[in-house]
Nanobody, 115 residues
Framework: QGQLVESGGGLVQAGGSLRLSCAASGIFFNIYVSGWYRQAPGKQRELVARLAPAGTTTYVDPVKGRFTISRDSAKNMVYLQMNGLNSEDTAVYYC?????????WGQGTQVTVSS
């Protein structure tokens, strides 16, 4: 059974940066589709970025050029580097790993951007 644990959230001023980390146990990120999602108050959870096992990345338009998803297979970690943060990035950020019918989520980490 897989387990994901996010870290790295916090309070940051607009224009600042944060790096979120997602640690996996029981599964290996290099054979799963990894993703970062976020959920702002009153809104549905949405995809932010996705990383395929082969290394292909996908980003939603609002974060293109500002966010970068990456993987360290040796550490079995996935990261989300977030630069140029703005108030619309305020949300709880979740890590996800998918492979076939296996679908795991972390508990989330809060990111708050102050203007």
């Amino acid at each position: 059974q897989g387990q994901l644990v996010e870290s790295g959230g916090g309070l940051v001023q607009a224009g600042g940066s944060l790096r979120l980390s997602c640690a996996a146990s029981g599964i290996f990120f290099n054979i799963y589709v990894s993703g970062w999602y976020r959920q702002a108050p009153g809104k549905q959870r949405e995809l932010v970025a996705r990383l395929a096992p082969a290394g292909t990345t996908t980003y939603v338009d609002p974060v293109k050029g500002r966010f970068t998803i990456s993987r360290d297979s040796a550490k079995n970690m996935v990261y989300l580097q977030m630069n140029g943060l703005n108030s619309e990035d305020t949300a709880v950020y979740y890590c996800r790993a998918q492979r076939g019918l296996n679908d795991y989520w972390g508990q989330g980490t809060q990111v708050t951007v102050s203007s």
